[in-house]
Nanobody
């Protein structure tokens, strides 16, 4: 079974940093693009970072560009999201997910077929 588990969330002050991890199993990690998305109360789901299966292609929306960095470690079947200069508007539950085809284009369109339990990030003073 496909499993994805996000972790690393917590409470941080504005301007602080967190690194989220997404551990995965049940699929061939190197064949799949992976993305991070978030959902805040009362708001629509928002994709925040995407990485291709090779790791060479990445995308960030303007809301996080320059502050968030996505990376992947094939040896650990893990994708990371380094979040710096966090703002209160970054407060949300963060999830990692994939499309069943492994397609980067699909997840860039926020078409996720699998995602796991999220991790809560709260940015507050």
């Amino acid at each position: 079974d496909v499993q994805l588990q996000a972790s690393g969330g917590g409470l941080v002050q504005p301007g602080g940093s967190l690194r989220l991890s997404c551990t995965s199993s049940g699929f061939v990690f190197d064949d799949y693009a992976i993305g991070w998305f978030r959902q805040a109360p009362g708001k629509e789901r928002e994709g925040v970072s995407y990485i291709s299966s090779t790791g060479y292609t990445k995308y960030y929306p303007d809301s996080v560009k320059g502050r968030f960095t996505i990376s992947r470690d094939s040896a650990k079947n893990t994708v990371y999201l380094q979040m710096n200069n966090l703002k209160p508007e970054d407060t949300a539950v963060y999830y990692c997910g994939i499309h069943s085809s492994g397609s980067y284009t699909k997840i860039r369109g926020n078409e996720f077929d699998y995602w796991g339990p999220g991790t809560l990030v709260t940015v507050s003073s």
